[in-house]
């Protein structure tokens, strides 16, 4: 494997203090590649969430350390890691094209990169004829799709997907699965799927899960 995007090392983070503290996340130690194609599974409450945004950069570890190696600033921008958040719904006032756009606007970018990175996403999850539809015209597999071209304009080289077929019957949460395991593979990116479901059988290359906020590897 090529060298990891992300490191971390005994990582833990507890929400809270004294006796109203829950430790969400406990000793995780595990690294994500470009090669990587993992499934965290586990409860609602497990930690997953809390350890995606670990990852993510978007929390402090309580205790141990979390690193990028392959991300200069370190730890990278939003715009840098695709996250595909569970409730990371879409602006209703704003058709689908500016939703996608959105993140890399507030990165600063803009004129024809930011275009050609939103066409190029939506070609990439197959809504490229929904560039003008608002939220409410789309299917719910449409909207989740358009919240992971939205996690994919940036072209990130780390991809980290919390629930990302949640409420989707099973055959839109498969589709929704290899359209983002084909966009990790076109990308080259490294990706790490949380989710409450067990995913379908050979999907993913390394399969874990998270038991009371530990990291339960090789299930």
Known sequence: MTAPLVRADELAHTYGSGLTAVVAVHGVTCEICAETRAVVTGRAGAGKTTLLHLLAGMKKPTAGTVVWPAFEPSPPGPDLIGLMLQDG?????????????????????TGTAVRDAVDGALELVGLAGFAKKAPRDLTGEQIRLAVLARALAPAPKLILADDPAGWLDQREGQRLLRRLLGAADQLGAGLLVATAEEAPAGLFGERWAMVDGKLVRDR
């Open 89 to 109: 719904g879409l602006l209703r006032d704003l058709d689908v094209r500016l939703n996608v756009a959105l993140p890399l606007v507030l990165a600063g970018r």
